[in-house]
């Protein structure tokens, strides 16, 4: 019988579907063929398959060489699949024992010397095989991230003639090397060098603590993208959990793995001229975007009202929901996206609107264009609204005071009052649906009046209402009292007031 079976993973967003690879050799005139829906760069596996056999100093057989590759309806695409196609027609030929290959699945790219390259996607396939009892190999350069899993068996492997040699059972191939632990967030902007912007600081840190969105609104130059880089350092720690996840995102975009600060949230800021494709991802074969690639991070858009309105509608749907679905006419892709956005616009197109330089020379028409780039629904996502004006230059000079805290210090502080609502939710306050609010939001009748007449002169719609009551709880929390005070429901209604003057059509 000159039948051989081996598996494989395919990459199909952020999943990792199973590929079976079935060799057969026939008679007749010696040539190769890859059925199973293959694209252009599996095809080629034939030649690069052909060559690094060869050069292992294994003979390529001289007979006519079938490779399926199942499920048939999957699109496969790639050169993942090259190690799985070489073995099974080594096993097919006789050169490999077939049973070798049973309990093992492959991943890798060959190069025509039989050395592996990497792919990307490994971490999702490791975590689509986790709970199994097959052995992964991979190519040596994906190691590091092949490591963060504990609880799967993976070795790893710098070329063709090492895999073979393991499943003769004559050279057992290594596990990847232990992840080493993760490095301290000091490497992180530190929200020290900020000075001033003692409401904007105090925005940033109510943020942190319950996830919400952010929108700053400021003149150039008055720190509104430093508070942003320094959001990442102030936020409590990933789990491990999420920042596994955080990583298989990346992986499957094909992003460089840094072993040094995998355990870091990612912070991604993508140019107002980025294309909706690249903002929520899509192509031909579905990747990921900036919003996935922020996932258990933040994102952060500069120059809010540059953005194509276009693109900052499809943003609507992954900030509730937390992923993003993309369909194409052979399949979907779903990948995850719960990120915190972090938003930065100007008051008017000069940026000097209310500037008491009296620089602005804007007319009142070009303002609301300007502003009206924003549509209601989607600032109505936005947890908080907060103006950053321009700090005075004896601030800029003075000393270094108690105010101008350590990003380590407020971090102390957000991961406290984070973790308290995580023991009474099981999530950030920025998370909570209608029925957590009802419960962890209750108001007095003093508190309740207050923000009934907060929405009759604001005009806030339910949605804000609720974030309203969201943020407040944060306030609360970072006070450190289980109720929601007259004060907390105040400050939280403060930060929808430029909803109704800085950004008012």
Same mark, same amino acid.
């Given at each position: 019988?000159?039948?051989?079976?081996?598996?494989?993973?395919?990459?199909?967003?952020?999943?990792?579907?199973?590929?079976?690879?079935?060799?057969?050799?026939?008679?007749?005139?010696?040539?190769?063929?890859?059925?199973?829906?293959?694209?252009?760069?599996?095809?080629?596996?034939?030649?690069?398959?052909?060559?690094?056999?060869?050069?292992?100093?294994?003979?390529?057989?001289?007979?006519?060489?079938?490779?399926?590759?199942?499920?048939?309806?999957?699109?496969?695409?790639?050169?993942?699949?090259?190690?799985?196609?070489?073995?099974?027609?080594?096993?097919?030929?006789?050169?490999?024992?077939?049973?070798?290959?049973?309990?093992?699945?492959?991943?890798?790219?060959?190069?025509? &010397?039989?050395?592996?390259?990497?792919? *990307? /996607?490994? #971490? $999702?396939? !490791?975590?689509? +095989?986790?709970?199994?009892?097959? %052995?992964?190999?991979?190519?040596?350069?994906?190691?590091?991230?092949?490591?963060?899993?504990?609880?799967?068996?993976?070795?790893?492997?710098?070329?063709?003639?090492?895999?073979?040699?393991?499943?003769?059972?004559?050279?057992?191939?290594?596990?990847?090397?232990?992840?080493?632990?993760?490095?301290?967030?000091?490497?992180?902007?530190?929200?020290?060098?900020?000075?001033?912007?003692?409401?904007?600081?105090?925005?940033?840190?109510?943020?942190?603590?319950?996830?919400?969105?952010?929108?700053?609104?400021?003149?150039?130059?008055?720190?509104? &993208?430093?508070?942003?880089?320094?959001? *990442? /350092?102030? #936020? $409590?720690? !990933?789990?491990? +959990?999420?920042?596994?996840?955080? %990583?298989?995102?990346?992986?499957?975009?094909?992003?460089?793995?840094?072993?040094?600060?995998?355990?870091?949230?990612?912070?991604?800021?993508?140019?107002?001229?980025?294309?909706?494709?690249?903002?929520?991802?899509?192509?031909?074969?579905?990747?990921?975007?900036?919003?996935?690639?922020?996932?258990?991070?933040?994102?952060?858009?500069?120059?809010?009202?540059?953005?194509?309105?276009?693109?900052?509608?499809?943003?609507?749907?992954?900030?509730?929901?937390?992923?993003?679905?993309?369909?194409?006419?052979?399949?979907?892709?779903?990948?995850?996206?719960?990120?915190?956005?972090?938003?930065?616009?100007?008051?008017?197109?000069?940026?000097? +609107?209310?500037?008491?330089?009296?620089?602005?020379?804007?007319?009142?028409?070009?303002?609301?264009?300007?502003?009206?780039?924003?549509?209601?629904?989607?600032?109505?996502?936005?947890?908080?609204?907060?103006?950053?004006?321009?700090?005075?230059?004896?601030?800029?000079?003075?000393?270094?005071?108690?105010?101008?805290?350590?990003?380590?210090?407020?971090?102390?502080?957000?991961?406290?009052?984070?973790?308290?609502?995580?023991?009474?939710?099981?999530?950030?306050?920025?998370?909570?649906?209608?029925?957590?609010?009802?419960?962890?939001?209750?108001?007095?009748?003093?508190?309740?009046?207050?923000?009934?007449?907060?929405?009759?002169?604001?005009?806030?719609?339910?949605?804000?209402?609720?974030?309203?009551?969201?943020?407040?709880?944060?306030?609360?929390?970072?006070?450190?009292?289980?109720?929601?005070?007259?004060?907390?429901?105040?400050?939280?209604?403060?930060?929808?007031?430029?909803?109704?003057?800085?950004?008012?059509?």
């Amino acid at each position: 019988m000159s039948l051989a079976v081996a598996l494989t993973r395919a990459s199909e967003g952020v999943a990792a579907p199973l590929v079976t690879v079935e060799v057969h050799l026939s008679g007749g005139l010696p040539g190769t063929s890859i059925v199973g829906l293959p694209e252009a760069a599996v095809r080629e596996a034939r030649d690069r398959v052909r060559v690094a056999i060869q050069n292992t100093q294994f003979e390529y057989p001289a007979r006519r060489v079938t490779v399926n590759l199942a499920p048939a309806e999957l699109p496969k695409n790639g050169g993942r699949f090259d190690l799985a196609i070489a073995l099974g027609i080594l096993a097919a030929g006789g050169q490999l024992p077939r049973e070798s290959l049973q309990g093992c699945e492959f991943l890798g790219e060959l190069a025509l &010397s039989g050395e592996l390259r990497p792919v *990307p /996607g490994v #971490l $999702p396939a !490791l975590l689509r +095989a986790r709970g199994g009892r097959r %052995c992964i190999i991979v190519p040596q350069a994906n190691a590091d991230e092949a490591g963060l899993l504990g609880d799967i068996d993976v070795r790893v492997a710098r070329t063709l003639a090492e895999v073979c040699a393991h499943l003769r059972g004559a050279e057992p191939l290594p596990p990847p090397q232990p992840t080493p632990a993760p490095r301290a967030s000091g490497a992180l902007p530190d929200l020290a060098d900020v000075r001033g912007q003692l409401g904007a600081r105090r925005a940033l840190e109510i943020a942190a603590v319950g996830g919400h969105h952010l929108l700053l609104i400021g003149p150039p130059g008055t720190g509104k &993208s430093m508070l942003a880089q320094r959001l *990442p /350092g102030i #936020l $409590p720690p !990933l789990t491990d +959990a999420e920042a596994i996840e955080a %990583c298989a995102v990346r992986s499957a975009a094909g992003e460089p793995f840094d072993i040094h600060a995998w355990h870091q949230r990612p912070y991604r800021a993508p140019h107002h001229t980025a294309s909706g494709v690249a903002l929520v991802g899509g192509g031909s074969h579905p990747r990921p975007g900036e919003i996935s690639l922020a996932h258990h991070g933040v994102l952060f858009l500069d120059e809010l009202p540059e953005f194509d309105r276009h693109v900052l509608e499809v943003l609507r749907e992954p900030l509730e929901s937390g992923h993003i679905v993309i369909s194409r006419a052979a399949h979907q892709a779903k990948f995850p996206a719960r990120f915190q956005l972090v938003a930065a616009m100007n008051p008017c197109p000069c940026g000097y +609107a209310g500037d008491p330089g009296g620089r602005c020379h804007c007319t009142p028409d070009s303002i609301a264009r300007y502003r009206g780039r924003i549509s209601g629904p989607l600032l109505d996502r936005i947890d908080i609204l907060c103006e950053v004006p321009r700090v005075p230059l004896a601030e800029l000079n003075a000393e270094r005071g108690a105010t101008d805290e350590a990003s380590a210090t407020v971090r102390a502080r957000v991961t406290n009052a984070r973790s308290v609502a995580m023991q009474r939710a099981g999530k950030p306050n920025g998370l909570l649906g209608t029925r957590e609010i009802e419960r962890d939001c209750a108001l007095g009748p003093a508190e309740r009046t207050l923000l009934e007449r907060a929405l009759d002169k604001l005009g806030l719609s339910a949605r804000a209402y609720h974030r309203v009551l969201r943020v407040a709880r944060s306030i609360a929390d970072l006070a450190g009292t289980d109720r929601i005070a007259r004060e907390h429901l105040a400050e939280a209604i403060q930060y929808r007031r430029a909803d109704a003057a800085s950004t008012a059509r």
